[in-house]
């Protein structure tokens, strides 16, 4: 007789593993579990979606340069702050473009805290054009120039 399939039952696949951006993460050991969701998400309010909305930011918006990325910052807005991602073919395939797209996003979303804490700091859009080397770079480095380019925005 063949055995029941059971889905909980033997070894997972190889590819089942918790992705980048499954649940809150951060050094928030003093906010209760709730307060620390609020303080991580990375609402769709807060994301640029529209060609132009891009367009405005790359128009009118001041360029950061890192090693890792390149950053347009924009000043003025009302709902802020916005983040929006480009990442060009010229990274490789669609694959990779995607797991540099989802290390940007997940550094971006774990350090916009600062930002929306910061005075000023609701008040900007933001366009990240990652570089190759983001795919390779501890998380730590990458949240690091994160905050810088956070930091610069809102103090110029």
Excluded: H
Excluded at 54 to 74: D, I, M, P, T
């Amino acid at each position: 007789m063949d055995a029941l399939f059971c889905p909980g039952d033997g070894q997972k696949a190889a590819g089942n593993s918790a992705s980048a951006t499954s649940g809150p993460s951060g050094s928030a050991s003093e906010a209760s579990p709730i307060e620390s969701r609020r303080r991580f998400r990375f609402p769709k309010t807060s994301r640029l979606l529209r060609r132009s909305d891009f367009q405005r930011v790359y128009e009118q918006g001041a360029r950061w340069n890192c090693l890792y990325f390149s950053a347009l910052c924009r000043a003025g807005v009302e709902n802020g702050p916005r983040i929006g991602f480009t990442v060009g073919k010229a990274l490789g395939e669609a694959t990779t473009r995607n797991r540099i797209r989802r290390r940007m996003r997940e550094a971006v979303r774990l350090e916009l805290w600062r930002l929306r804490e910061a005075q000023g700091g609701n008040s900007w859009e933001f366009v990240f054009q990652p570089r190759k080397p983001a795919l390779e770079v501890s998380m730590k480095r990458l949240r690091g120039e994160v905050e810088k380019v956070f930091r610069k925005c809102v103090a110029s």
